[in-house]
Nanobody, 124 residues
Framework: QVQLVESGGGSVQSGGSLRLSCVFS?????MGWFRQAPGKEREGVAV???????SYADSVKGRFTISQDSASNTLYLQMDSLKPEDTAIYYC?????????????????????WGQGTQVTVSS
């Protein structure tokens, strides 16, 4: 059983930065960050697969950076130049099938384990 514990959410003004962290237990899986805004479907934000290939949603490219520290089993999402439309609950997830990063970004149902979510609110 993989456990995921997120932290780092909060409220910032437009243009600000936040860094999300996700401590996980288990093996090296495809790991991802997803988000869900009120009234919208859950969407992929960034994924890093077991071969360290990375995929980003077009809406966050150039602003968000996903990274992973294997020594501490921590997944990060550095979010810069935040916009009000980034407001959502952000979830960390693990895919034990190790789907490649490109496909995994668009297939949240393939992820087996999920964190509890952390709220990110960006005000204009």
């Amino acid at each position: 059983q993989v456990q995921l514990v997120e932290s780092g959410g909060g409220s910032v003004q437009s243009g600000g930065s936040l860094r999300l962290s996700c401590v996980f237990s288990g093996y090296k899986y495809t790991m991802g960050w997803f988000r869900q805004a009120p009234g919208k479907e859950r969407e992929g934000v960034a994924v890093i697969d077991a071969n360290d290939f990375i995929s980003y949603a077009d809406s966050v490219k150039g602003r968000f950076t996903i990274s992973q520290d294997s020594a501490s089993n921590t997944l990060y999402l550095q979010m810069d130049s935040l916009k009000p439309e980034d407001t959502a609950i952000y979830y960390c997830a693990a895919d034990k099938r190790n789907t490649d990063a490109w496909n995994a970004l668009y297939r949240p149902l393939d992820f087996d384990y999920w964190g509890q979510g952390t709220q990110v609110t960006v005000s204009s």
